[in-house]
């Protein structure tokens, strides 16, 4: 199975595009939800400590790899499209990116290997309608816009990476996003 990431920091737009694509691309995609809002949703404690930041990225890992593994030996899609891939963790890692990979007994090489594309929709500045409405969302506009620099770092090395800007209409975004997505989509068939 491909898998395509849908990426970015806090507030980049991530859940409307898959709601969208959802609609748009019917049927030609499983989507892996976030983990995190898994792990934190069902009830994961959020420990502002070195401790908790570090066992809940453990959790948001094993979560993802288990949807991605799940889906994999299911064998009923072709492609799924990923709220987030397992590098995305890093970023939130207390102890730097290389902790990170060493932790979890991988490399940062390993996991863009699991990925066929990356899609990353940068997070807005606070003047372009940063969003703080999830009740899951604890950073601010400043904090989200660093996290998603450490996503930009992180996943820069990955062999097939698309960068969609933010924009003061969300629409506009959201219609590259799309665009990107149909275009992999495209490229994962074959032309098709």
Not at 16 to 28: H, I, M, N, P, T
Not at 110 to 115: I, K, N, S
Not at 149 to 155: A, G
């Amino acid at each position: 199975m491909k898998k395509i990431v849908l990426t970015g920091g806090p507030g980049a737009g991530k859940t409307a595009v898959l709601e969208l694509a959802k609609r748009q691309f019917s049927g030609q995609f499983a989507i892996i939800p976030e983990s995190a809002s898994v792990v934190f949703g069902g009830g994961f404690w959020r420990h502002h400590t070195l401790p908790g930041r570090r066992a809940a990225q453990r959790a948001i890992y094993h979560v993802q790899r288990e949807f991605e593994t799940m889906l994999d030996e299911e064998g009923l899609a072709q492609v799924a499209l990923c709220d987030r891939g397992t590098v995305d963790g890093a970023a939130y890692w207390p102890d730097g990116f290389d902790g990170f990979f060493k932790e979890l007994g991988t490399t940062r090489a390993l996991e863009y290997a699991r990925y066929a594309a990356v899609i990353h929709l940068r997070t807005p500045a606070s003047e372009q309608g940063y969003n703080a409405q999830n009740p899951l969302r604890t950073e601010s506009a400043l904090e989200a816009q660093a996290i998603d620099q450490r996503i930009h770092e992180l996943w820069s090395g990955h062999p097939r990476v698309t960068i969609i800007n933010s924009t003061d209409d969300f629409l506009v975004k959201a219609n590259r996003a799309l665009a990107a997505i149909q275009k992999e989509l495209m490229g994962l068939s074959g032309g098709k």
